[in-house]
């Protein structure tokens, strides 16, 4: 039954999945490579399978060996290019944990905003993500981003740091030692 149920997770049939939950296949059930079915669905980026199986008490803070979970396979999927907002939002809702990190201490955030996921970023920095969280380099998710130029997001952390009293005028230093960055400012609305 677990294989039934992974090939209609993967292939979006959601009334096949409900049948076979119905009928007691395991929600939590994992692939051959450790991923449950909530990291399946969320890595597709598909929504509605995401809340189905939330619905049928999916743990939404599962990781498979690596430390990935659901919200981090959410926030970035390398071969579609892209990171899913609606989905970390849902998986959010459920509990997902913002902070839990993956191998060198990368968290969602630091995913997110490395590959230039801005709806992503502003989905999780609304949720309470740490902005000034350090990877195991001692790197935040700005420091990671400011060499890729995605300068959506670098404004976005800019300003999430400024609210979190760090940054420019601040005390404490952002950038590693020795690093040679340049900074993209979006100026503060006039109200």
């Known amino acids: 039954m677990t294989a039934e149920l992974l090939e209609a997770v993967k292939t979006g049939d959601i009334d096949a999945v409900h049948k076979l939950l ?8 994992r ?15 598909n929504q509605a399978m995401v809340s189905a199986l939330l619905d049928a008490g999916a743990e939404v803070n599962a990781s498979d060996e690596r430390g990935w979970t659901a919200l981090m396979k959410a926030a970035y999927n390398a071969d579609l290019d892209q990171g899913f907002a609606d989905v970390v939002q849902v998986l959010i809702d459920a509990g997902a944990d ?19 996921e801005t709806a992503v970023v502003e989905t999780l920095l609304k949720a309470g993500a740490d ?53 993209f400012l979006k100026p503060l609305s006039k109200s």
Not at 139 to 147: D, F, H
Not at 155 to 162: K, Q, T
Request: a negative charge.
């Open 22 to 29: 119905a009928a007691g296949a395991d929600v939590n059930s």
């Open 31 to 45: 692939d051959s490579e450790g991923s449950t079915l909530l990291m399946l669905a969320a890595h597709a980026g």
């Open 98 to 116: 913002v902070e839990m990190p993956i191998g060198y201490g990368i968290r969602p955030l630091m995913l997110a905003a490395g590959y230039g």
């Open 131 to 183: 902005v000034t969280a350090r990877n195991e380099g001692g790197l935040t998710a700005l420091m990671m981003v400011k060499q890729k130029h995605y300068v959506d997001v670098i404004n976005m952390l800019h300003e999430a740091e400024r609210e979190a009293g760090v940054g420019e005028g601040s005390c404490s230093s952002k950038n590693a030692p020795g690093s040679n960055v340049i900074t």
